[in-house]
T-cell receptor, first 114, second 115 residues
Framework: DAKTTQPPSMDCAEGRAANLPCNHS???????VYWYRQIHSQGPQYIIH???NNETNEMASLIITEDRKSSTLILPHATLSDTAVYYC???????????????FGKGTKLSVKP | DAGVTQSPTHLIKTRGQQVTLRCSPK?????VSWYQQALGQGPQFIFQ???????QRGNFPDRFSGHQFPNYSSELNVNALLLGDSALYLC??????????????FGPGTRLTVL
């Protein structure tokens, strides 16, 4: 079972920041938080991941609370093409071998509206 | 640089038949994982192949089997198809001995409909 809890859906106005929350209260010290998104009828796409520090890349920012029990994915200026299902995933890192596979929940369906 | 490719795009089968789905990993990747995604659900992990061996397996029956070839491409086989096997089948590739920053790259999927 997925170790994360996300709201089933959210709306965001085009051009505004989209803030997607995720709870992972049982996360372990060797587990990272990953975010993927899936645009309709496509395969999931990697967005960002982090351990305990905030992370930023060209797609998004990831804010992880100090106790690591929750995180927020931020899309700073949402566009219509950001409409997708966003998955928050807790993933163990197996040092020296396969990184383990992804356990998806149902995610958050983000609708960006004009 | 070609990404992950899958074939066919769509497939229609009847109950009891067998199906084979194919996946070519992203260039430079050596590991292939397969996922099943039912309508309205997140993808569920089926199994992972590395060095032509099944390395990890999710909670799927033996009707689901796979193979990896020396060129790292992979096949997913499903026998005795059930209506409940209708889903989007996703392939993801990665490096087995990856750095901590590695991620899985997904293909576009094969939509299987069982009638």
């Amino acid at each position: 079972d997925a170790k994360t809890t996300q709201p089933p859906s959210m709306d965001c106005a085009e051009g505004r920041a989209a803030n997607l929350p995720c709870n992972h209260s049982t996360i372990s010290g060797n587990e990272y938080v990953y975010w993927y998104r899936q645009i309709h009828s496509q395969g999931p796409q990697y967005i960002i991941h982090g351990l305990k520090n905030n992370e930023t890349n060209e797609m998004a920012s990831l804010i992880i609370t100090e106790d690591r029990k929750s995180s927020t994915l931020i899309l700073p200026h949402a566009t219509l093409s950001d409409t997708a299902v966003y998955y928050c995933i807790v993933r163990p890192i197996d040092y020296g071998g396969s990184q383990g596979n992804l356990i998806f929940g149902k995610g958050t369906k983000l609708s960006v509206k004009p | 640089d070609a990404g992950v490719t899958q074939s066919p795009t769509h497939l229609i089968k009847t109950r009891g038949q067998q199906v084979t789905l194919r996946c070519s990993p992203k260039s430079g990747h050596d590991t292939v994982s397969w996922y099943q995604q039912a309508l309205g659900q997140g993808p569920q992990f089926i199994f992972q192949y590395y060095e032509e061996e099944e390395r990890q397996r999710g909670n799927f029956p033996d009707r689901f089997s796979g193979h990896q070839f020396p060129n790292y491409s992979s096949e997913l086989n499903v026998n005795a198809l059930l209506l409940g096997d209708s889903a989007l089948y996703l392939c993801a590739s990665s490096w087995y001995l990856a750095s901590l920053t590695d991620t899985q790259y997904f293909g576009p999927g094969t939509r299987l409909t069982v009638l």
